[in-house]
């Protein structure tokens, strides 16, 4: 039996829905303009959490990005996809804070990026393996220190450096 691939809305540039299209098609042709989460999660000492992307992923293996990060499916509400993205990649959810809302063009995609923020309360972190490779907590010395050694996503860092600015 043949899986179906995921489905997103199509958006304007007013982000209005004027469509459906299958995921594999949005993240190849920037024409396509569909939704996407980011999430950074922090904890009460002001440190953020960092995700490696598992070296099993096609897209990005090994690198370090957001928190959490997801594309929102056709008919569900970037919040909505927050929070199950969140017990999804995490294992836990929190209460979100809507930050910013920003249309991002790449070679190869066009989105509207929603970002949140969370704070931990110290739920165990439970992640797959498949997805992730691991997660850590650093403050703005030990991300600057993980910029210089690693590869980190430019998104995801210009978001982790504009909240240790805050």
Not at 40 to 54: E, N, T
Not at 56 to 69: C, L
Not at 78 to 99: N, S, V, Y
Request: charge should be negative; glycine fraction near 6%; hydrophobic fraction near 35%.
């Amino acid at each position: 039996m043949m899986e179906t691939e995921e489905l997103l809305d199509w958006v304007d540039e007013n982000d209005q829905v004027i469509g459906e299209v299958e995921r594999s098609v949005a993240n190849s042709d920037p024409k396509y303009i569909h939704r996407e989460v980011g999430i950074l999660i922090h904890d009460a000492k002001g440190r953020v959490l960092v995700q490696r992307r598992s070296f099993k992923k096609k897209t990005d293996p090994g690198v370090w990005i957001m928190s959490v990060a997801g594309h929102v499916k056709s008919g569900v509400s970037p919040e909505q996809t927050a929070h199950e993205e969140l017990r999804e990649e995490l294992g836990f959810d929190t209460d979100l804070k809507f930050i910013e809302k920003s249309l991002e063009k790449h070679s190869n995609e066009t989105i509207f990026a929603y970002m949140y923020v969370g704070l931990y309360n110290g739920e165990p972190i439970i992640f797959d393996e498949d997805e992730t490779e691991a997660v850590m907590f650093l403050d703005k010395d030990e991300f600057s220190r993980l910029c210089k050694n690693e590869t980190v996503e430019e998104i995801s860092k210009d978001y982790f450096l504009r909240y240790f600015k805050r």
